[in-house]
């Protein structure tokens, strides 16, 4: 009987602290997707990269804050290389733009994080 008691007082402990922690809201992101990528014509050895980048932030109380894009980029003689660069969201839409040499390119792309913003009541 007493481990039925103490099985149920746990159970109560935690739906209650599950209902605190809903109250207090998961964080919000802004939703974050791509409009336009486009590679440039080249410039001193060089081409840039462009993306724009629809913002909703609807739910955001926030006006801005940081997200950051996984690029894998292609070389002619040498391997693929993914690293992540970092940028500033804002509502609406964003454009962010790289630097590429001659001989490489973008392979692959896509949104990493997104930093949670304040939500609106």
């Not at 964080?27 to 997707?33: D, E, I």
């Not at 690029?71 to 290389?81: G, H, S, V, W, Y």
């Not at 630097?99 to 792309?109: G, K, N, P, S």
Request: aromatic fraction near 12%.
């Amino acid at each position: 009987m007493r481990r039925s008691s103490l099985a149920l007082l746990f159970a109560g402990g935690t739906a209650v602290f599950g209902m605190t922690q809903a109250a207090a809201g998961q964080p919000c992101r802004p939703a974050l997707s791509f409009k336009e990528v486009r590679f440039w014509e080249m410039r001193n050895l060089q081409r840039t990269w462009t993306a724009t980048l629809a913002v909703d932030a609807s739910r955001c109380a926030t006006t801005s804050g940081r997200f950051e894009l996984v690029i894998t980029r292609e070389k002619e003689n040498a391997p693929d290389l993914e690293f992540v660069e970092r940028f500033i969201w804002k509502p609406g839409q964003v454009e962010v733009s790289l630097d590429f040499w001659r001989d490489e390119a973008v392979l692959d792309y896509s949104i990493g994080y997104v930093e949670p913003c304040v939500c609106r009541d």
